[in-house]
């Protein structure tokens, strides 16, 4: 009997044993199935996650960021133990004492299922489980991927501490609003660090990661409410809340930036606008726009924030005095409907959802507003962030030949800003969005360094960078160019060149280019050439120094990479960007030296090493101490020359008789010297003025999109020069400016800026002007240059001091044309073979 006994308890023991084995070695064999070509575990320990990419001023203030994952990574050191306890509490209790999968909870999972029928299938995933799936595999629910989760969860054990295992969990996590990471989400549901969340605030994010599209904090609040109060209980019951703390942290209210109760982080940036946008576009390019969203660059600007204002203000405030001069309302383009009017609530939602621009700052802040009553004297419109309903008076409207009946309907989606005089509100005006538009930039002469940049008028309404994207005729101010060539071919500024018309055969007819007065004046000195804006002068001096330079020239500048060698480009009808003129201008500046214009200082990368730097110069002392205190160290340029510094000068003093007494003197008066150029194309489809202080270069253009004439008083020097004047009342108050700087190697003799005579050093008049002259060069006197084109023998000429103005006339179909009074073109004959 007991034999029989004890062989049964042997035969039950083997069987036992058997199936142990039989069960071991299938999972083994699972195991070593599924364990062949899973993903490398240990590339997690040199794992960078996508991080977002920061903008700052030059005085250290975030400016904009970019990323396509939200986040910000924080090593586990600087993570507080309250938020990685919220975290554990709500996802996996045991996480500091199991080896990398939870046993327990998963037979526990597995018999949930099973009781409720597949009902109730739960995760049983720990949290270094979670990090496998989320970093190496899928994320579906298949039995293989869990099998593989539980494999590579334990080889990472071995690999990594548990710290560096929930540092990767805590900076990967996907926790809603496009926050991915706890840093990230603080900032986004509380605008707070990690060590300022209260402990229901760090069991609110960690509530998120089971479905953060099912715990809105505004959609599904009470749900999002029980979630948390769940994670605080776990905290208590693990130890790491007393009950006192958590009963109290239970009581909070849910708070968070989505339901009000914070400012967002959003709210203490800028606007995006034209800047920071070609900031990102140009690294995209550099660094690869993989790198750029996802790389955690830290990006320092050359922007300078109050000056870049001021340039918004000033393109801003020309380009809407010119729309308003037209007279014509367009608005915005978008209506609500009918049925959202009658309710505020309805209609303060539908206004919120219209894109339109809301990052207007011109004489304030211009709202969006939709009309929601239409009278004869006043116009109601209710608008986005002001209480009630508000009024427009009839006479806001008094530029719009209509009235509010005739030109506006009931829905109208409008903008409006808040009129005040001495601080006190007057009434609501109406605002439109310009269709004209244009670009305006300013930069160091020196270093290249943009201060400003506006685009266009509204970034929100236009992304289009008319600054540096833009292609665009710069018509006479490309004509520094011409003269910069002549000036160093041997030609001075009181070199004569005749100012006689012109006749030249083209496989596109005959062409016979004019001055803007329509008035031809005969032998002229180069200097008023250039001040007067000769086009017939500028014609003949390209001749004569033969367009091959001229482009030469032009490309050594970076104005055009491959310039057209035609006539017609001398006055600067092939298309360039105002970016590059106005670059191309600082080299005139400063004497002649290469600028490279930038947008950045410094790019560091997410380890704070610098991987670019625009200023390469050369601090020779700066490590010296015993430098005196009214000395600066010295600063060694790298720079590249591209021009005969005494031919920089003498342009640049040739420039400054433009501003002085030339097409731009009735636009700039400041209180340093400045040198600058007009331009304006046919037609006036785009304007232009470009000019420079001794130290900041700045241009304006204003144009059409689709190109087309501006009107009969559109001039760079009307529409480009208040802007440049605007800004730079403001920029010379801030960097000052000076004589420009004389180089060596010249003399200065004194000649009649009309005739070209030369003058004895006493001489004084309005007539006088002192020309720079290359020491070693005896200048020529009275030789007049034709550039091959001869002058015809009956020409009625411009006198000396007469005043240069176009007479309009009315043509046989009724049109307006600009001629001059007694010009003819007398007996010519065509030179060269062009």
Same mark, same amino acid.
């Given at each position: 009997m007991i034999r029989a006994i004890l062989s049964l308890f042997g035969t039950v023991f083997s069987l036992i044993t058997l199936v142990v084995v039989v069960i071991g070695l299938s999972i083994g064999a699972v195991l070593h199935i599924y364990g062949q070509d899973l993903p490398s575990h240990e590339s997690l320990a040199n794992y960078t996650p996508p991080t977002i990419s920061r903008i700052y001023s030059g005085e250290g203030r975030i400016i904009d960021e970019f990323a396509r994952e939200r986040r910000l990574f924080t090593p @586990?050191?600087?993570?507080?133990?309250?938020?990685?306890?919220?975290?554990?509490?709500?996802?996996?209790?045991?996480?500091?004492?199991? %080896?990398?999968?939870?046993?327990?909870?998963?037979?526990?999972?597995? =018999?949930? /299922?099973?009781?409720?029928?597949?009902?109730?299938?739960?995760?049983?995933?720990?949290?270094?489980?979670?990090?496998?799936?989320?970093?190496?595999?899928?994320?579906?629910?298949?039995?293989?991927?869990?099998?593989?989760?539980?494999?590579?969860?334990?080889?990472?054990?071995?690999? $990594?501490?548990?710290?560096?295992? $929930?540092?990767?969990?805590l900076n990967e996590i996907f926790l809603g609003q496009n926050s991915y990471g706890v840093t990230a989400a603080a900032q986004t549901y509380f605008n707070k660090t990690l060590t300022d969340l209260a402990p229901h605030e760090a069991a609110t994010i960690a509530a998120m990661p089971k479905a953060p599209s099912d715990y809105h904090p505004v959609r599904e609040k009470e749900r999002l409410l029980e979630r948390r109060n769940f994670v605080l209980r776990e905290m208590w019951e693990n130890g790491y809340l007393t009950q006192a703390?958590?009963?109290?942290?239970?009581?909070?209210?849910?708070?968070?930036?989505?339901?009000?109760?914070?400012?967002?982080?959003?709210?203490?940036?800028?606007?995006?606008?034209?800047?920071?946008?070609?900031?990102? #576009?140009?690294?995209?390019?550099?660094?690869?726009?993989?790198?750029?969203?996802?790389?955690?660059?830290?990006?320092?600007?050359?922007?300078?924030?109050? $000056?870049?204002?001021? @340039?918004? #203000?000033?393109?801003?405030?020309?380009?809407?005095?010119?729309?308003?001069?037209?007279?014509?309302?367009?608005?915005?383009?978008?209506?609500?409907?009918?049925?959202?009017?009658?309710?505020?609530?309805?209609?303060?939602?539908?206004?919120?959802?219209?894109?339109? @621009?809301?990052?207007?700052?011109?004489?304030?802040?211009?709202?969006?507003?939709?009309? $929601?009553?239409?009278?004869?004297?006043?116009?109601?419109?209710?608008?986005?962030?002001?209480?009630?309903?508000?009024?427009?008076?009839?006479?806001?409207?008094?530029?719009?030949?209509?009235?509010?009946? /005739?030109?506006?309907?009931?829905?109208?989606v409008v903008h409006v800003r808040a009129v005040t005089q001495e601080g006190t509100f007057v009434n609501w005006s109406l605002r439109q969005v310009p269709e004209v538009q244009g670009g305006f930039v300013a930069m160091d002469v020196n270093t290249g360094r943009v201060i400003s940049m506006q685009g266009g008028f509204s970034y929100q309404a236009s992304v289009f960078n008319r600054t540096t994207q833009a292609l665009r005729q710069p018509g006479s101010s490309f004509k520094p160019f011409v003269y910069a060539a002549a000036l160093d071919s041997g030609y001075s500024p009181a070199t004569i060149v005749i100012d006689a018309p012109i006749e030249i055969n083209t496989p596109q007819g005959l062409w016979r280019p004019r001055n803007s007065s329509n008035k031809f004046y005969g032998p002229t000195p180069l200097r008023t050439g250039i001040e007067q804006s000769r086009n017939l002068m500028t014609i003949r001096l390209a001749q004569e120094v033969g367009m091959d330079v001229v482009a030469d020239y032009a490309e050594r500048f970076g104005v055009y990479e491959n310039m057209g060698r035609f006539l017609a480009n001398s006055l600067g009808s092939e298309e360039t960007t105002l970016y590059n003129m106005v670059a191309a201008y600082?080299?005139? /500046?400063?004497?002649?030296?290469? =600028? #490279?214009?930038?947008?950045?200082?410094? =790019?560091?990368? #997410?380890?704070?090493?610098?991987?670019?730097r625009h200023d390469q110069r050369d601090c020779v002392d700066c490590g010296d101490a015993g430098i005196p *205190?009214?000395?600066?160290?010295?600063?060694?340029?790298?720079?590249?020359?591209?021009?005969? *510094?005494?031919?920089?000068?003498?342009?640049?003093?040739?420039?400054?008789?433009?501003?002085?007494?030339?097409? @731009?003197?009735?636009?700039?008066?400041?209180?340093?010297?400045?040198?600058?150029?007009?331009?304006?194309?046919?037609?006036?489809?785009?304007?232009?003025?470009?000019?420079?202080?001794s130290?900041?270069?700045?241009?304006?253009?204003?144009?059409?999109?689709?190109?087309?004439?501006?009107?009969?008083?559109?001039?760079?020097?009307?529409?480009? %020069?208040?802007?440049?004047?605007?800004?730079?009342?403001?920029?010379?108050?801030?960097?000052? %400016? %000076?004589?420009?700087?004389?180089?060596?190697?010249?003399?200065?003799?004194?000649?009649?800026?009309?005739?070209? *005579?030369?003058?004895?050093?006493?001489?004084?008049?309005?007539?006088?002007?002192?020309?720079?002259?290359?020491?070693?060069?005896?200048?020529?006197?009275?030789?007049?240059?034709?550039?091959?084109?001869?002058?015809?023998?009956?020409?009625?000429?411009?006198?000396?001091?007469?005043?240069?103005?176009?007479?309009?006339?009315?043509?046989?179909?009724?049109?307006?044309?600009?001629?001059?009074?007694?010009?003819?073109?007398g007996s010519m004959s065509s030179g060269g073979l062009y």
């Open positions: @586990a050191e600087d993570i507080p133990d309250l938020v990685k306890q919220a975290f554990i509490s709500a996802e996996d209790k045991n996480f500091y004492t199991h %080896g990398g999968y939870d046993a327990v909870g998963i037979a526990s999972a597995i =018999v949930d /299922a099973v009781k409720s029928r597949g009902r109730n299938v739960r995760g049983a995933s720990t949290i270094t489980q979670q990090v496998m799936k989320n970093f190496l595999l899928s994320g579906d629910r298949q039995m293989e991927r869990k099998i593989k989760e539980i494999i590579l969860a334990t080889r990472i054990e071995e690999t $990594l501490s548990k710290d560096d295992i $929930l540092e990767l969990y703390a958590y009963e109290e942290e239970r009581a909070a209210p849910l708070r968070s930036v989505q339901n009000g109760d914070f400012p967002p982080f959003s709210a203490e940036l800028p606007p995006r606008d034209y800047f920071t946008d070609e900031i990102r #576009r140009q690294l995209s390019l550099d660094f690869g726009e993989g790198e750029f969203f996802s790389g955690g660059l830290s990006v320092r600007a050359t922007i300078d924030p109050e $000056l870049q204002v001021h @340039a918004a #203000r000033a393109l801003r405030r020309q380009l809407e005095n010119y729309d308003r001069g037209q007279g014509r309302w367009r608005g915005t383009g978008e209506s609500l409907p009918a049925e959202a009017l009658g309710d505020e609530a309805a209609w303060r939602a539908a206004l919120a959802s219209v894109s339109v @621009a809301r990052d207007v700052d011109l004489d304030g802040v211009w709202h969006p507003a939709v009309v $929601l009553g239409i009278g004869d004297q006043a116009m109601q419109v209710g608008i986005e962030g002001v209480d009630g309903v508000q009024e427009v008076p009839r006479s806001d409207i008094k530029w719009l030949p209509g009235d509010f009946e /005739a030109t506006f309907d009931l829905g109208d600082a080299m005139f /500046a400063n004497g002649g030296e290469r =600028v #490279r214009p930038t947008l950045v200082d410094r =790019v560091q990368d #997410r380890y704070g090493k610098t991987v670019y *205190a009214d000395r600066g160290p010295r600063i060694v340029s790298d720079r590249e020359r591209v021009m005969n *510094a005494v031919t920089a000068y003498q342009l640049t003093s040739m420039l400054k008789g433009v501003v002085d007494r030339g097409t @731009a003197s009735g636009a700039i008066n400041l209180p340093v010297p400045v040198a600058g150029k007009t331009g304006t194309t046919n037609d006036a489809r785009d304007v232009w003025f470009v000019g420079f202080t130290n900041i270069a700045a241009g304006c253009y204003i144009g059409h999109d689709q190109p087309r004439g501006l009107g009969r008083s559109a001039y760079g020097s009307s529409l480009c %020069g208040p802007v440049f004047q605007d800004f730079m009342v403001e920029a010379v108050k801030k960097y000052g %400016g %000076g004589p420009f700087e004389v180089p060596p190697g010249g003399h200065f003799i004194k000649i009649d800026r009309f005739t070209g *005579a030369r003058l004895p050093d006493t001489a004084e008049g309005d007539n006088v002007v002192a020309e720079y002259f290359r020491d070693g060069e005896e200048p020529v006197f009275g030789v007049a240059y034709d550039g091959g084109f001869a002058m015809g023998n009956d020409l009625e000429l411009f006198s000396a001091g007469e005043r240069e103005q176009v007479q309009e006339v009315t043509t046989s179909t009724g049109e307006k044309a600009r001629v001059g009074g007694k010009a003819s073109f």
